[in-house]
Nanobody, 123 residues
Framework: VQLQASGGGLVQAGGSLTISCSAS????????VGWFRQAPGKEREGVTC????????YYDDALKRRFTNSRDNANNAVHLRMDTLKPDDTAVYYC?????????????????WGQGTQVTVTE
């Protein structure tokens, strides 16, 4: 049983990147998935979550305009598309899954945590 974040990389400011959260050993379509990020020297912060039914919640209005959650049940994954990236978006991005809901996962109460994927945005 594993949750894995992937797809990070190096991108120029203003560019786009899609990262993915993939599950193995369980059906991710029954779980709410939360995305977090941790920048160097900063605490981890919640970014967004998507419920099992596909409803998204965002924890920053500015990110809501640039980040888009989607479910990919055929591939047992969730994707986070990030547009108009800024150097301040540089961080390790993590995903987590819970069968309870967004409030739970965004408070850190997740059954599964994925290893992070590094996103670096250059000037």
């Amino acid at each position: 049983v594993q949750l894995q974040a992937s797809g990070g990389g190096l991108v120029q400011a203003g560019g786009s990147l899609t990262i993915s959260c993939s599950a193995s050993g369980f059906s991710l379509d029954r779980y709410t998935v939360g995305w977090f990020r941790q920048a160097p020297g900063k605490e981890r912060e919640g970014v967004t979550c998507i419920s099992a039914s596909g409803i998204s919640a965002y924890y920053d209005d500015a990110l809501k305009r640039r980040f888009t959650n989607s479910r990919d049940n055929a591939n047992n994954a969730v994707h986070l598309r990030m547009d108009t990236l800024k150097p301040d978006d540089t961080a390790v991005y993590y995903c987590a899954a819970t069968d309870v809901g967004c409030l739970a996962v965004m408070s850190g109460a997740a059954e599964y945590w994925g290893q992070g994927t590094q996103v670096t945005v250059t000037e």
